[in-house]
């Protein structure tokens, strides 16, 4: 099994361009994360899916968008691209049991804009 | 909302050692508490995990002690090797309201040979 698989794993933008980071997983896992990570921080959520159709907004959702269209894919969409989303990004996946917590990362995205 | 205090931001140990990770946290409605290992350039890992329900949890070389009435918890790993050497994130998940996992901002542990 491949786990959770993200792309780019390098990405550089500039201030205003737009991207979409592509999660993919193939533990059939219904919980779905994107997070970012700063240096010398821990991970912020940014949004989350319980499942197919259904998203929701974590701590740091804006200039971010998501779509969930199947259980395998968490797509992650940055509008008009600014500095301060210069960052880490990481996708994660975890079963349906409680507590929905990641269990499973990607390798991540580092991108720059500049 | 939920706010997770970490110590120490760093920690060198002589291999062999034990190494003790602590933290904080505020919201009393926090009832699972995980731990993630990441490496330099590499993904966070769930290493272990403890519910509000136990006071200890062990598996092989760590440890996690959780008291809820200081709201604190610790990781505690024994007979440490220069392989545990990573950085080392808690959080806390509060099932109360819209979904809540917060972590701290990681202690940097470096085991030397």
């Known amino acids: 099994n491949a786990g959770v698989t993200q792309t780019p794993k390098f990405r550089i933008l500039k201030i205003g361009q737009s991207m979409t980071l592509q999660c993919t997983q193939d533990?059939?896992?219904?919980?779905m994360y994107w997070y970012r990570q700063d240096p010398g921080m821990g991970l912020k959520l940014i949004y989350y899916s319980v499942g197919a159709g259904i998203t929701d907004k974590g701590e740091v959702p804006n200039g971010y968008n998501v779509s969930r269209s199947t259980t395998e894919d968490f797509p992650l969409r940055l509008e008009l691209a600014a500095p301060s989303q210069t960052s880490v990004y990481f996708c994660?996946?975890?079963?349906?049991?409680?507590?929905?917590?990641?269990?499973?990362f990607g390798d991540g995205t580092r991108l720059s804009i500049l | 909302g939920e706010n997770v205090e970490q110590h120490p931001s760093t920690l060198s140990v002589q291999e062999g050692d034990s190494a003790v990770i602590k933290c904080t946290y505020s919201d009393s409605a926090s009832n699972y508490f995980p731990w993630y290992k990441q490496e330099l350039g590499k993904r966070p890992q769930l290493i272990i995990d403890i519910r509000s329900n136990v006071g200890e949890k062990k598996d092989q070389r760590i440890a996690v002690t959780l008291n809820k009435t200081a709201k604190h918890f610790s990781l505690h790993i024994t007979e440490t090797q220069p392989e545990d050497s990573a950085v080392y994130f808690c959080?806390?998940?509060?099932?109360?309201?819209?979904?809540?996992?917060?972590f701290g901002k990681g202690t940097k542990l470096s085991v030397i040979p």
């Open positions: 959080a806390a998940y509060s099932g109360a309201g819209s979904y809540q996992l917060t």
């Open positions: 533990m059939n896992h219904n919980y």
């Open positions: 994660a996946s975890s079963y349906s049991g409680q507590p929905p917590v990641p269990q499973h």
